[in-house]
């Protein structure tokens, strides 16, 4: 059975630091490419990292050299750490199996979708407050 469970979410300082975690079963992160999604109350859920099983990366420009996706495939885990975090961070943090910024001719363009992705974890809630 396929599965995604995120954690590591919680309350960090602005400037802080987080890691994210994405833990999978059912299959191996080796062979499917992961993104990290991000969604605030009200708006539209946004893709902002993307692992591609060339290893290929995306970030979206607002996490960019800040956030640094990697796959462990002995883990079975994607993770994002995230550092410098900015009072624009917080948000329910999701994980899906697939992501393809490269199927698009403008990359930026799969941050706002739509996605037709079949797995998705629970999310994890980051909260930035001093």
């Known amino acids: 059975q396929v599965q995604l469970v995120e954690s590591g979410g919680g309350l960090v300082q602005p400037g802080g630091s987080l890691r994210l975690s994405c833990v999978a079963s059912?299959?191996?992160?080796?062979?499917?490419?992961i993104g990290w999604f991000r969604q605030v109350p009200g708006k539209e859920r946004k893709g902002i990292s993307c692992i591609d099983t060339d290893s290929y990366t995306y970030y979206a420009d607002s996490v960019k050299g800040r956030f640094a996706i990697s796959s462990d495939s002995q883990e079975n885990t994607v993770s994002l750490p995230m550092t410098n975090v900015k009072p624009d961070d917080p948000a329910v943090y999701y994980c899906a199996t697939e992501c393809n910024p490269r199927g698009y001719s403008d990359p930026t363009r799969w941050e706002v979708g739509p996605w037709d992705y079949e797995y998705w974890g629970p999310g994890t809630q980051v909260t930035v407050s001093s």
């Open positions: 059912g299959f191996s992160v080796r062979n499917v490419a």
